[in-house]
């Protein structure tokens, strides 16, 4: 049996602090812009309709789904070139 990498333990517990780290700061800036026209499933699946097709969020991760296409980024920007308002 082989001793444990420290480099590798030391990268993987790097990678999931900063996992951790962004969807926490993910979730609260979606708490903030959140302007109550999303159906909240769970803290974690929100979705809305727009432009009469749904468009699904998971704010945590900042992915969103539209038409079948998983896309991630500024959802808000997404909504608004979708309803002419960008």
């Known amino acids: 049996m082989s001793e444990r990498d420290e480099i590798w333990d030391a990268l993987k517990e790097h990678k999931k602090s900063k996992f951790d780290?962004?969807?926490a700061r993910f979730m609260k800036q979606a708490n903030e812009e959140n302007d109550g026209?999303?159906?909240?499933?769970?803290?974690?699946?929100?979705s809305r309709m727009v432009a009469g097709r749904?468009?699904?969020?998971?704010?945590?991760?900042k992915k969103y789904?539209?038409?079948?296409?998983?896309?991630r980024g500024d959802v808000?920007?997404?909504?608004?070139k979708k309803e002419g308002r960008a």
């Open 37 to 46: 026209g999303w159906s909240i499933h769970t803290d974690y699946h929100w």
């Open 54 to 61: 749904r468009l699904d969020y998971w704010p945590s991760r």
């Open 21 to 23: 780290e962004d969807r």
């Open 76 to 80: 808000i920007a997404f909504i608004k």
């Open 65 to 71: 789904q539209y038409e079948g296409r998983v896309m």
